[in-house]
């Protein structure tokens, strides 16, 4: 019987299935301890509770104040009030949730990841980790509230990572226009993600994009970049009127009656994130990968300005280490002269394995012995384990009431194959049984088919005793 919480460490650790892992043990004569097994997964489901449990206090009033302006399109810096806080306690950590009277910082929300920064008075300068939205309320994160709560503080957003962020939304919106005008209409956004550092977009299409199509979507979006096209933004614009405009929506999503558009020339979108006044100030943009994430759905993730200057960089980094290294000016031809010599390298291999191989066969016949009517050859040998089967599944076909152990050590690693002939598995011997018998003494275990089967261990010294082991179990047969 073996213990459930081996079992456990498997599927958490390594997210090997139990069945699986019952259905192997039964095929070796082990049972699975599925009780013990439950019990480790529900203490597990118990931290796991534990660890994503949010305790919130309630809400200490300090200002009474309905409305929470956002004024962080104009403004990154501005002058502010703490109306109300709470305590949280999040993986058991204390946050603080913190609600001023207006805010420069953006909240989480459009794909659009929320504004960092800080709040000051000239005494204490208190860190906003994040910014969230909840029930239309913004929602400032910090690990700590200031000791004068009632004074008036300075907000200042991280202007950097905030202008990341809007090149990198825009970008989302020129993208989305490319791949609706090399694509086809079809093309709709299923989700996104604008960080400081890259963005993502998730857009309906049936099959992978080519080569020349992310080059010609990557080549729109750079030349409306070039364009320098301006900002044209419709704020409290009615909904009909930006359906009349022919503003992209988000298919399922709900809205208010009046909307923000953000226009790009023919880039038309409702949109509540953050966004640079005109395309250049995006420099630079692109496409580093294009994959699937579910039947039918595609994902594009890209990078502009900064993100785009280092990626090149560390391009020609490589370019030029990889010149050095084929000492050629020419990298393509370097590269592939090298290619070309290492596949015939290869074959040289694969021809000095072959040779290896017929010889240590024949060297292995000549050490063939009789045991209980039984041909064993039982030797420990210098070859990898994937020429130990090689071995082996040659002798099994070539030769009859053939059973051989072969024995490989490198590092103290030790390797051991055993394979039986048709024969004498029906005769009633099986090599998966017989190895965990043998392995024991390497301190490894293993397992496998009737006809072959394979283990490993770490002792060394085991060897001998091993082969000793396996001749005494055919005698015994």
Same mark, same amino acid.
């Given at each position: 019987?073996?213990?459930?919480?081996?079992?456990?460490?498997?599927?958490?650790?390594?997210?090997?299935?139990?069945?699986?892992?019952?259905?192997?043990?039964?095929?070796?004569?082990?049972?699975?301890?599925?009780?013990?097994?439950?019990?480790?997964?529900?203490?597990?489901?118990?931290?796991?509770?534990?660890?994503?449990?949010?305790?919130?206090?309630?809400?200490?009033?300090?200002?009474?104040?309905?409305?929470?302006?956002?004024?962080?399109?104009?403004?990154?810096?501005?002058?502010?009030?703490?109306?109300?806080?709470?305590?949280?306690?999040?993986?058991?950590?204390?946050?603080?949730?913190?609600?001023?009277?207006?805010?420069?910082?953006?909240?989480?929300?459009?794909?659009?990841?929320?504004?960092?920064?800080?709040?000051?008075?000239?005494?204490?300068?208190?860190?906003?980790?994040?910014?969230?939205?909840?029930?239309?309320?913004?929602?400032?994160?910090?690990?700590?509230?200031?000791?004068? /709560?009632?004074?008036?503080?300075?907000?200042?957003? @991280?202007?950097?990572?905030?202008?990341?962020?809007?090149?990198?939304?825009?970008?989302?919106?020129?993208?989305?226009?490319?791949?609706?005008?090399?694509?086809?209409?079809?093309?709709?956004?299923?989700?996104?993600?604008?960080?400081?550092?890259?963005?993502?977009?998730?857009?309906?299409?049936?099959?992978?994009?080519?080569?020349?199509?992310?080059?010609?979507?990557?080549?729109?979006?750079?030349?409306?970049?070039?364009?320098?096209?301006?900002?044209?933004?419709?704020?409290?614009?009615?909904?009909?009127?930006?359906?009349?405009?022919?503003?992209?929506? /988000?298919?399922?999503?709900?809205?208010?009656?009046?909307?923000?558009?953000?226009?790009?020339?023919?880039?038309?979108?409702?949109?509540?994130?953050?966004?640079?006044?005109?395309?250049?100030?995006? %420099?630079?943009?692109?496409?580093?990968?294009?994959?699937?994430?579910?039947?039918? %759905?595609?994902?594009?993730?890209?990078?502009?300005?900064?993100?785009?200057?280092?990626?090149?960089?560390?391009?020609?980094?490589?370019?030029?280490?990889?010149?050095?290294?084929?000492?050629?000016?020419?990298?393509?031809?370097?590269?592939?002269?090298?290619?070309?010599?290492?596949?015939?390298?290869?074959?040289?291999?694969?021809?000095?394995?072959?040779?290896?191989?017929?010889?240590?066969?024949?060297?292995?016949?000549?050490?063939?012995?009789? %045991?209980?009517?039984?041909?064993?050859?039982?030797?420990?040998?210098?070859?990898?384990?994937?020429?130990?089967?090689?071995?082996?599944?040659?002798?099994?076909?070539?030769?009859?009431?053939?059973?051989?152990?072969?024995?490989?050590?490198?590092?103290?690693?030790?390797?051991?194959?055993?394979?039986?002939?048709? @024969?004498? %598995?029906?005769?009633?011997?099986?090599?998966?049984?017989?190895?965990?018998?043998?392995?024991?003494?390497?301190?490894?275990?293993?397992?496998?088919?009737?006809?072959?089967?394979?283990?490993?261990?770490?002792?060394?010294?085991?060897?001998?005793?091993?082969?000793?082991?396996?001749?005494?179990?055919?005698?015994?047969?």
């Amino acid at each position: 019987i073996v213990s459930g919480d081996l079992a456990f460490e498997l599927y958490d650790t390594f997210g090997f299935p139990v069945d699986l892992t019952s259905l192997i043990l039964s095929e070796n004569n082990f049972e699975l301890d599925i009780e013990s097994f439950k019990k480790e997964m529900e203490k597990q489901k118990n931290r796991s509770r534990s660890a994503t449990k949010v305790v919130e206090s309630d809400w200490v009033v300090l200002i009474e104040d309905d409305i929470e302006e956002f004024v962080g399109y104009t403004n990154l810096t501005t002058e502010v009030k703490i109306c109300k806080y709470r305590e949280v306690i999040a993986k058991e950590k204390k946050i603080y949730h913190i609600v001023f009277n207006l805010t420069p910082f953006y909240p989480e929300g459009g794909g659009q990841v929320g504004d960092i920064g800080v709040i000051e008075n000239g005494f204490e300068k208190i860190e906003i980790l994040d910014t969230k939205k909840e029930n239309n309320l913004i929602i400032h994160i910090s690990d700590s509230l200031p000791s004068n /709560l009632n004074s008036l503080f300075t907000a200042k957003v @991280d202007k950097e990572r905030r202008i990341s962020c809007s090149r990198n939304h825009t970008a989302t919106h020129l993208l989305h226009e490319s791949l609706r005008e090399v694509l086809g209409n079809h093309v709709e956004q299923k989700g996104s993600l604008v960080s400081p550092e890259y963005l993502r977009f998730d857009f309906t299409h049936f099959s992978k994009l080519s080569q020349q199509q992310l080059k010609l979507i990557e080549e729109k979006v750079n030349n409306k970049i070039k364009e320098n096209i301006p900002l044209t933004e419709h704020a409290n614009l009615p909904l009909s009127n930006a359906k009349d405009m022919g503003a992209i929506m /988000l298919f399922g999503e709900k809205y208010d009656d009046t909307v923000r558009v953000i226009q790009y020339d023919s880039s038309i979108e409702l949109c509540g994130g953050t966004h640079v006044l005109s395309t250049a100030e995006i %420099i630079s943009f692109k496409i580093k990968g294009e994959s699937s994430t579910a039947a039918g %759905i595609r994902r594009i993730e890209a990078i502009t300005a900064n993100a785009v200057e280092s990626y090149f960089l560390e391009l020609e980094f490589s370019v030029d280490k990889i010149r050095s290294l084929v000492k050629n000016q020419d990298v393509v031809k370097g590269v592939s002269d090298l290619a070309a010599e290492n596949r015939e390298l290869i074959k040289k291999i694969e021809s000095y394995k072959a040779l290896e191989s017929n010889i240590l066969q024949e060297e292995l016949l000549t050490k063939k012995q009789q %045991i209980n009517s039984v041909s064993v050859i039982a030797e420990t040998v210098k070859v990898d384990s994937s020429l130990m089967k090689d071995i082996s599944f040659n002798f099994r076909k070539s030769e009859s009431n053939l059973a051989m152990m072969l024995v490989s050590e490198s590092n103290n690693k030790v390797i051991i194959t055993i394979m039986f002939t048709e @024969d004498l %598995i029906k005769k009633g011997l099986h090599a998966g049984k017989i190895i965990n018998e043998v392995s024991k003494e390497i301190n490894g275990g293993g397992g496998g088919q009737s006809f072959f089967a394979t283990a490993g261990g770490n002792n060394a010294k085991g060897i001998h005793s091993s082969i000793e082991k396996f001749k005494k179990l055919l005698n015994q047969a």
